[in-house]
């Protein structure tokens, strides 16, 4: 069983960061992908970010430019700049691990909004 806790969430300016980390417990092996999505009300979760055990990141079009995925299969990260209004959502982590990737947790998410 695998535990992830996000943390770094709240409430900041547009045009301001955050930065959000992911704590994972449990035994998370093979290959690998942390990963942070996001779910606004009404709309469908989407991808923020994915890293890979080999280190390949991949971003939602939306974010591409304002946010770096870091971390690995312990503790992953989500740096995020130049926020705008929309990208207030709840922020989930994500670990999918083992062959083809077929284990697949999920965090209880972590609030961000983007308002003045």
């Known amino acids: 069983q695998v535990q992830l806790v996000e943390s770094g969430g709240g409430l900041v300016q547009p045009g301001g960061s955050l930065r959000l980390s992911c704590a994972a417990s449990g035994r998370i092996f093979g290959t690998y992908a942390m990963g942070w999505y996001r779910q606004a009300p009404g709309k469908q979760r989407e991808l923020v970010a994915t890293i890979t055990n080999g280190g390949t990141t991949n971003y939602g079009d939306s974010v591409k430019g304002r946010c770096t995925i870091s971390g690995d299969k312990n503790t992953v990260y989500l740096q995020m700049n130049s926020l705008l209004p929309e990208d207030t959502a709840v922020y989930y982590c994500?670990?999918?691990?083992?062959?083809?990737?077929?284990?697949?947790?999920w965090g209880q998410g972590t609030q961000v909004t983007v308002s003045s």
């Open positions: 994500n670990a999918r691990y083992g062959n083809a990737l077929l284990y697949n947790y």
